[in-house]
């Protein structure tokens, strides 16, 4: 039976860190913009929205030259808000799940097939590889790793982003989205390789990433 999800990227920050001028969901990563990344792999995926705010009329012009379907929302806010207010925003009516990504975020293809194959809540992360990360805490409980806590400081891995939770538990914030899943944890933790894009040795370290065919740690 197929998971009542919906899929929640955002893509309303300005990407100031970058500093390219530009959001950081219309990148071109190897000639292709990460929203597009992302919507080539979601392929199958019914619910799909998409907020919008820097640069809101490029990324919806972008995107619905791929896909005619998503719901875009729009946060107003964007300039004093986090990823948090974004995903609360396009939560309503959301399916039973959330799965909320990045529009700043490369993602291996091999593992987001593992990310829409999952039918339970998890957060995820990987092996710390950019400038300045947030860090998971984990351990072990009758053979599942467990999300602890976020940390700035303590962490085997590093926080990318993409979580999966139930709908209802996404619906307030202001913040990021690691605020609205810390009251819930301990969440299975679920590793994945991405790269998250924050700065321009960010950028550099994912161009080389894909053009390696995702391979390799680009450190």
């Known amino acids: ?4 999800r919906t899929v ?3 893509c309303a920050g300005m990407g100031n860190r970058l500093g390219l001028g530009t959001t950081k969901a ?3 990563i190897d000639g292709k913009p990460l929203i597009i990344r992302h919507l080539e792999m979601l392929e199958h995926e019914r619910d799909i929205r998409v907020v919008v705010g820097y640069q809101a009329e490029a990324v919806i012009e972008t995107a619905r030259k791929y896909r005619d379907d998503i719901l875009f929302v729009f946060n107003h806010q964007y300039r004093e808000t986090g990823t948090g207010a974004s995903v609360a925003l396009a939560a309503k009516y959301a399916g039973e799940f959330i799965l909320s990504l990045d529009g700043d975020l490369l993602v291996h293809p091999e593992d987001l097939e593992q990310v829409l194959a999952c039918d339970h809540e998890f957060v995820s992360g990987g092996e710390p590889v950019t400038d300045d990360p947030w ?5 072990q409980e009758e053979g599942t790793e467990f999300v602890s806590s976020f940390s700035r400081t303590m962490g085997t891995y590093e926080w990318n982003g993409i979580t999966q939770m139930k709908s209802r538990k996404m619906q307030n914030g202001t913040g990021h989205v690691f605020q609205l899943i810390e009251p819930y944890l301990p969440v299975p933790f679920l590793e994945l390789r991405t790269r998250e894009i924050d700065t321009v040795n960010d950028y550099e370290r994912a161009l080389a990433w894909v053009k390696n065919d995702f391979n390799g740690v680009g450190k």
Do not use: D
């Open 1 to 4: 039976m197929a998971v009542s």
């Open 8 to 10: 929640i990227i955002s």
């Open 26 to 28: 219309l990148l071109e």
């Open 135 to 139: 860090l998971l805490q984990t351990y």
